[in-house]
């Protein structure tokens, strides 16, 4: 079987995870993408680096996922000047803000693509089945890889904020935070909490928990809205969310979302409200 070894660093396994479930399952196990964070390529109680070193002897293509973080790691260019004296292809992945122009070397040298690029899926899998020496193409859904490309790519993302830049808080400054109740009796919001889970100089990421009991008679639809306000009482955002699970009578349940608002807006934030209210009614069950 055809070897293509993935370098990556630690941080940005999501998304070499990724990449390994998309490229073997399209090319029907005709290959196998080597990834170190891999159970199934390095499985524990591996002598790591001997693995490693086979994985690189036998590989026919290298891709390298270069980020910001990980170009300026030794390993990365260590493994990517191993491919370069073997003589075979290397395809630098940039992604997470990495520009292409802006590869260092020995990275530049290479012909690079981006995740960026709309028809990324379909260029690196023309370029491995080239380089493979596969007669053509597989089809697959784009769309699906792509989607899924971009949601590792987004925990990455996320794992960076928290590790470097992110402040977390558990009981928020002031008046964060204060219960808020329907317009009627039928529902009431028993308990709300809400935190900020991120902070950065774009944005803050906003993170509550509602916890919502039908005091009515009969099965009740209801719709949740959490209204960000500044010190004057003046909505600076808000988030409207519907459930379709209805509450029997006396039952109560608990709904998390989370919302991100933009720098500007966000720290003028002075207090968040919850209300529940009722969009549809009907007998419960017998």
């Known amino acids: 079987m055809k070897t293509v070894f993935l370098s990556h660093v630690g941080e940005e396994a999501p998304l070499a995870l990724a990449l390994k479930q998309w490229a073997e399952s399209s090319f029907a196990g005709q290959c196998q993408i080597f990834v170190s964070a891999s159970a199934k390529d390095l499985p524990p109680g591996t002598k790591w680096f001997e693995q490693i070193d086979s994985a690189l002897a036998d590989a026919i293509t290298m891709l390298v996922l270069c980020s910001p973080l990980s170009v300026k790691q030794p390993w990365i260019n260590f493994e990517a000047g191993c491919a370069w004296i073997k003589k075979i292809p290397v ?66 993302l996320v794992e960076k904020i928290a590790r470097k830049t992110v402040v977390k808080v558990d009981n928020v400054v002031g008046e964060l935070t204060t219960l808020g109740v329907s317009g009627t009796d039928d529902l009431t919001v028993t308990d709300f909490r809400c935190r900020i889970t991120e902070r950065t100089d774009r944005s803050w990421k906003f993170f509550w928990k509602i916890s919502v009991t039908n005091q009515s008679a009969v099965r009740t639809g209801f719709m949740t809205q959490v209204d960000f306000q500044d010190g004057d009482g003046f909505s ?27 720098i500007t807006n966000a720290n003028r934030i002075a207090r968040v409200s919850a209300v529940a209210s009722t969009y549809s009614r009907e007998n419960p069950s017998r």
């Open 91 to 156: 395809i630098p992945i940039c992604h997470s803000g990495q520009e292409v122009g802006e590869l260092p070397q020995p990275l530049a040298t290479f012909q690079a693509i981006t995740t960026r690029d709309p028809n990324f899926s379909t260029r690196l899998l023309e370029a491995l089945a080239k380089h493979l020496g596969f007669p053509q193409t597989p089809r697959i859904d784009h769309i699906s890889m792509m989607r899924d490309l971009s949601e590792a790519e987004r925990s990455i």
């Open 236 to 262: 600076l955002n808000n988030h409207l969310g519907i459930h379709p699970r209805r509450l029997e009578p006396g039952e109560n349940s608990d709904h998390s979302d989370h919302t991100t608002i933009a």
